[in-house]
């Protein structure tokens, strides 16, 4: 069973910037897309960034465009999320998956994913 772990959350004011880290483990990391996502309080879970298994192809919500960057780095089987100009409405818990799917644009779908962290909140101030 494939385990991930998110970590680098915080609280940071807006305008700041954090940087996800999602570690896998007893996986080929290689093999797998990666996703990120996101819960605020009250509300659905939602995409907010997906890699394909070699790095080559990226999926962004509108929402975080311009803002927010995904890499991942096979060799250490981890998966990043530098967010920049953070705003109070980007205040979540944070998830990243794992998916086997190689059509890049289903990574939108959580359907796609088969495994999940725990999760690490982020919360911006105003």
């Known amino acids: 069973q494939p385990q991930l772990v998110e970590s680098g959350g915080g609280l940071v004011q807006a305008g700041g910037s954090l940087r996800l880290s999602c570690t896998a483990s007893r996986v080929t990391f290689s093999n797998y897309a990666m996703g990120w996502f996101r819960q605020a309080p009250g509300k659905e879970r939602e995409f907010v960034a997906a890699?394909?298994?070699?790095?080559?192809?990226?999926e962004y919500a509108d929402f975080v465009k311009g803002r927010f960057t995904v890499s991942r780095d096979n060799a250490k089987s981890t998966v990043y999320l530098q967010m920049n100009s953070l705003k109070p409405e980007d205040t979540a818990v944070y998830y990243c998956a794992m998916s086997q799917t190689v059509i890049t644009s289903s990574l939108r779908n959580e359907e796609a994913y088969g495994y999940w962290g725990q999760g690490t909140q982020v919360t911006v101030s105003s």
């Open positions: 890699i394909s298994m070699d790095g080559g192809t990226t």
